[in-house]
């Protein structure tokens, strides 16, 4: 007798994590959360967190987002701020002083490089929820840049908060209410950072429909004045860098 064997082959589809049921999405996110609350450094985490605490409340943002010309030029036009289109040498010989140059220079001093962002998010279907979430993060060192906020844990807390304040994005509040009550027991001055950074946020023009690859040559403070922030600014944060671990 022959046998037949009939194998079947799964395949995985994608679901957008804005179709998830409230309590799947708020899951993912809080593990997400509980991994960064641990470690900070997991930027992975953060993003896993956002995309699933902010999946429920995007609708309002990707609109704003259309609604504006820009920002519907910057769709259009496929813009990308990433390995492919950024070059941080070309941008770190501009005059200093300029968008350019600074955003090089802090890309450098920082270790950091454009293509870690190379590629759609996951978990997002949606091709214009994609692209605007994308944006955000293609732009996120941009945001430190203009508003002056450090890389360390307490300078990425008030730039959550100026997050919130500036675009109400659920998870941004959350990480800043949460990190900034991590932080307070190490440092008072995540206080004043944090209000003054909701201040900024709240003032602000709209940051996630500025076209910055068509400023890379104006000056930093210009820029600024575009975008209704402070134009020296002091710095933010900077003084948490190693705290935790060294407290762990």
Do not use: C
Not at 169 to 177: F, Y
């Amino acid at each position: 007798m022959m046998t037949t064997t009939t194998t079947t082959t799964a395949t995985t589809e994608t679901i957008d994590a804005s179709s998830l049921p409230a309590t799947v999405r708020w899951g993912r996110a809080l593990r997400a959360l509980s991994r960064v609350l641990r470690n900070p450094e997991e930027t992975d985490q953060v993003l896993i967190f956002t995309t699933y605490a902010n999946a429920g409340t995007n609708n309002d943002r990707i609109d704003n987002f259309f609604n504006d010309p820009v920002g519907h030029r910057l769709f259009d036009e496929h813009r990308a701020l990433d390995s492919h289109t950024i070059d941080l040498d070309a941008l770190y010989a501009l005059p200093s002083g300029t968008l350019g140059h600074a955003y090089a220079s802090f890309m450098k001093r920082h270790g950091l490089t454009p293509n870690v962002f190379d590629g759609p998010p996951d978990d997002i279907t949606d091709e214009h929820r994609s692209y605007v979430i994308q944006r955000m993060r293609q732009t996120h060192d941009l945001w430190h840049v203009v508003t002056n906020a450090e890389t360390d844990p307490a300078g990425e807390v008030a730039l959550q908060a100026f997050y919130y304040a500036h675009i109400g994005a659920p998870g941004s509040g959350i990480l800043a209410a949460l990190g900034m009550l991590k932080t307070v027991r190490h440092d008072r001055r995540i206080l004043r950072d944090v209000a003054e950074m909701i201040g900024r946020g709240r003032n602000a023009k709209a940051l996630p429909m500025f076209a910055w690859e068509d400023h890379w040559q104006t000056p930093l403070t210009e820029v600024r004045r575009l975008l209704n922030l402070p134009e020296n600014p002091r710095s933010i944060g900077g003084y948490t860098t190693g705290a935790f671990q060294a407290a762990a």
